[in-house]
C-alpha cells in the first residue's frame, strides 16, 4: 500500500487496555470517518496471533452492528499484527520495515503496556522506528508516570532523552471527558462567575470520584499503586486545576498548561491529619448478591492496608484562593458511579427570612453519568405563602443537548494525537508539581501502614469522610 499518510502502532496489544478501550475507539473513528484518510494500525505484543485471535479478543468490546459489516471489513484491512519482543531490536527493526513498507508516514505509537517495559519499548522507538523523513512520531503514554517524585522523575529525563516535549502524549482520559473539557468555558466565558470565584463568595469545593464496584482482577496492579495513584493525583487533581487555575492568556495548549502549572506550584503537600484513608469490606447483602471485600480478592495480598477510599483536603495558597479548602474525594465499591465537582458559596450576609431556611448556594459540574451543570439556589414556594425553598437552575445535557452523541474522551484524546493538540494532554512540569504535592503523603502512608478504616461494599464510605468535609467549611446537603 503506498501513500498511507499515518501508521498508529499499538504496543500492547494483546493486552486488556488495548482490547478494551484503544480498539474500540480506533473502530468508532474509523467507523465515523474521523480517523484521517489512510490510517493503518498496526498491534504489537509478544504473543504470536494472527489477525482472526486479534480479532476475537476485540469482539465483546468492538460493537459491530449489521449495518457496520462492510465497514468492519475495511477496518480489518488496515489492521495488521506484529509479534515481538519490547527489548528486542531486531524486533522492531521488523515493525520499522512493516512501517516503511506501508509507506512514508507519520508514526504513533501507542504503549498500552506496564511501565515496567516503557524504557526499552522507547528507546527501541527512538534507535528503529523514527519517521526519517519530514514526517512526524509522537508517543503516546499512559500512566502510571512513575509512583513518586523520584521514579517519575527519572521517567521523565528518560523520555526527554529521546524525544521533544511535543512528540510525547502523556494521557490524563478524564481530560477528555466532556464536562471536564466544559470547565473552562463555564468559567471563562461566563461574566457571572468571575467576581464570584475566589475566597471571597466560595466557602469550599469538593471533587469527587465514586465507584460501584471493587478491584475484581485488577487487584494486584491496585494493591500496588493505591487508589491515591490510581485516581487521586492525575483525574481529581486535574479537576482541582481546571476550577483554580487563572485564566490563560488564550486557548493556546502552552498558555493553558502554564497556568495549569502555576496553579499547582501554589498548593503545599497534603498532610496526613487532613487525609481519611478507607478500605472496603463485604457486604453479604450487596444489591441482592454477596459481594467480597478487598481483602478477600485473592490477587490483594493478605492483610494489605492499601486505600481504597480516600478524602483529602488541599488548599492553594494564593490570592485568590488562601483559606479554601479544596476536598478531594474517591472510593471503590461504593454506593454509586459519579464524578462531580462541587462549589459550595459561602453564607448569605444578613439573613432576613426564617433562620435556617436559606441553604448555600452551590454549583454542581457533574462530569458523570449523565453529564450536567447545575446551580441549587433558593426560590420562593410557588403558591399563596411568602416561603422560601432551595431549586435548581438545571442543565441537564440528556434534556438539553437531545440526541446529540457525547464523544469517548478515549476518542476525543486519540484524534487530538493524530491533529497534534496537546491541550489536554500533561505536560511534564504538571507531572512533577503533581507528584510533589503527594509524595510525602504517600511514603509516610507507606513507611507508617496507617489502618485504613472499614467502609462497607456498597455504602457511601467512611462516615470520617463527611466529617473532615464538615470540618473543612462544606456543609453536607445529602447528595453528594
Ligand atoms: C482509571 C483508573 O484511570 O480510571 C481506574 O485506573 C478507574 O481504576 C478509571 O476505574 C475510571 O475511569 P472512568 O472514565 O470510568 O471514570
Not at 494486584?220 to 481529581?236: A, S
Not at 489536554?424 to 511514603?443: C, G, K, M
Amino acid at each position: 500500500v503506498h501513500g498511507a499518510s499515518h501508521v498508529f502502532v499499538v504496543f500492547g496489544a494483546s493486552g486488556d487496555l488495548a482490547k478494551k478501550k484503544i480498539y474500540p475507539v480506533l473502530w468508532n473513528l474509523f467507523k465515523d470517518e474521523l480517523l484521517p484518510k489512510e490510517t493503518y494500525i498496526i498491534g504489537y505484543a509478544r504473543s504470536k496471533l494472527s489477525l482472526e485471535d486479534l480479532q476475537s479478543r476485540w469482539a465483546p468490546y468492538l460493537k459491530v452492528t449489521d449495518d457496520d459489516k462492510s465497514k468492519f471489513q475495511e477496518f480489518l484491512k488496515i489492521n495488521s499484527y506484529c509479534s515481538g519482543n519490547y527489548d528486542k531490536t531486531s524486533d522492531f527493526a521488523r515493525l520499522d520495515k512493516m512501517i516503511s513498507e506501508i509507506g512514508n508516514c507519520n508514526r504513533l505509537f501507542y504503549l498500552a503496556l506496564p511501565p515496567t517495559v516503557y524504557e526499552s519499548v522507547t528507546l527501541n522507538i527512538k534507535a528503529t522506528c523514527m519517521s526519517k523523513s519530514d514526517k512526524w512520531t509522537r508517543v503516546i503514554i499512559e500512566k502510571p508516570f512513575g509512583r513518586d517524585l523520584d521514579s517519575s522523575e527519572l521517567l521523565s529525563n528518560h523520555l526527554s532523552s529521546l524525544f521533544k516535549e511535543e512528540e510525547i502524549y502523556r494521557i490524563d482520559h478524564y481530560l477528555g471527558k466532556e464536562m471536564v473539557q466544559n470547565l473552562m468555558v463555564l468559567r471563562f466565558g461566563n461574566r457571572i462567575f468571575s467576581p464570584i470565584w475566589n475566597r471571597d463568595s466560595i466557602a469550599s469545593v469538593v471533587i469527587s470520584f465514586k465507584e460501584p464496584f471493587g478491584t475484581e482482577g485488577r487487584g494486584g496492579y491496585f494493591n500496588d499503586f493505591g487508589i491515591i495513584r490510581d485516581v487521586m493525583q492525575n483525574h481529581l487533581l486535574q479537576l482541582l486545576t481546571l476550577v483554580a487555575m487563572e485564566k490563560p492568556p488564550s486557548t493556546d495548549a502552552e498558555d493553558i498548561r502554564n497556568e495549569k502549572v502555576k496553579v499547582l506550584k501554589s498548593i503545599p503537600p497534603i498532610v496526613i491529619d487532613n487525609v481519611v484513608l478507607g478500605q472496603y469490606v463485604g457486604n453479604p447483602e450487596g444489591n441482592g448478591e454477596e459481594k467480597l471485600g478487598y481483602l478477600d480478592d485473592p490477587t490483594v495480598p493478605a492483610g494489605s492496608t492499601t486505600p481504597t477510599f480516600v478524602t483529602a483536603a488541599l488548599f492553594v495558597r494564593n490570592e485568590r484562593w488562601d483559606g479554601v479548602p479544596f476536598l478531594l474525594r474517591c472510593g471503590k465499591a461504593l454506593n454509586e458511579r459519579k464524578a462531580e465537582v462541587r462549589i459550595q458559596f459561602k453564607d448569605i450576609p444578613g439573613d432576613i427570612f426564617n433562620e435556617g431556611k436559606v441553604k448555600r448556594n452551590e454549583l454542581v459540574i457533574r462530569v458523570q453519568p449523565n453529564e450536567a451543570v447545575y446551580m441549587k439556589m433558593m426560590a420562593k414556594t410557588p403558591g399563596m405563602s411568602f416561603d422560601c425553598e432551595e431549586t435548581e437552575l438545571d442543565l441537564t445535557y440528556g434534556s438539553r443537548y437531545k440526541g446529540i452523541k457525547m464523544p469517548e474522551a478515549y476518542e476525543r484524546l486519540i484524534l487530538d494525537v493524530f491533529t497534534g493538540s496537546q491541550i489536554n494532554f500533561v505536560r511534564s512540569d504538571e507531572l512533577y508539581q503533581a507528584w510533589r504535592i503527594f509524595t510525602p503523603l504517600l511514603h509516610q502512608i507507606e513507611e507508617e501502614k496507617p489502618k485504613p478504616i472499614p467502609y462497607v461494599y456498597g455504602s457511601r464510605g467512611p462516615k470520617e469522610s463527611d466529617e473532615l468535609c464538615a470540618t473543612n467549611n462544606f456543609i453536607y446537603t445529602g447528595t453528594y
